[in-house]
């Protein structure tokens, strides 16, 4: 059974930085493409970043362009997001979500696998 479990979120004033992580474990996750995607009230899930599963591509939404950063470390089952200069937009549900492609994607129908979710306040 596959299991992801997203750790780091909080809260945290504009400007600051936060580090989500996500444990993937009953997966194949040397082949799995992984993603992070998002959803504040009220609105549609948003993707926000991707990496491929062998860590050498990645796509982020445009709205975190050159403030978040994804990574892997093949072998800890683990992917991160690095957040830094936090907005009060960004504050939202933050998802973990895996595919059993190796190329990361941005529709949440991609996805196979979702975490439950951690969440992500922002203050002005």
């Known amino acids: 059974q596959v299991q992801l479990v997203e750790s780091g979120g909080g809260l945290v004033q504009t400007g600051g930085s936060l580090r989500l992580s996500c444990a993937a474990s009953?997966?194949?996750?040397?082949?799995?493409?992984m993603g992070w995607f998002r959803q504040a009230p009220g609105k549609e899930r948003e993707f926000v970043s991707a990496i491929s599963s062998s860590g050498r591509s990645s796509w982020y939404g445009d709205s975190v362009k050159g403030r978040f950063t994804i990574s892997r470390v093949n072998g800890s089952d683990m992917v991160s997001l690095q957040m830094n200069s936090l907005k009060p937009e960004d504050t939202a549900v933050y998802y973990c979500?895996?595919?059993?492609?190796?190329?990361?994607?941005?529709?949440?129908?991609?996805?196979?696998?979702w975490g439950q979710g951690t969440q992500v306040t922002v203050s002005s």
């Open positions: 009953g997966l194949t996750y040397s082949t799995s493409a």
């Open positions: 979500a895996a595919t059993r492609q190796q190329y990361p994607a941005h529709n949440t129908y991609e996805y196979d696998y």
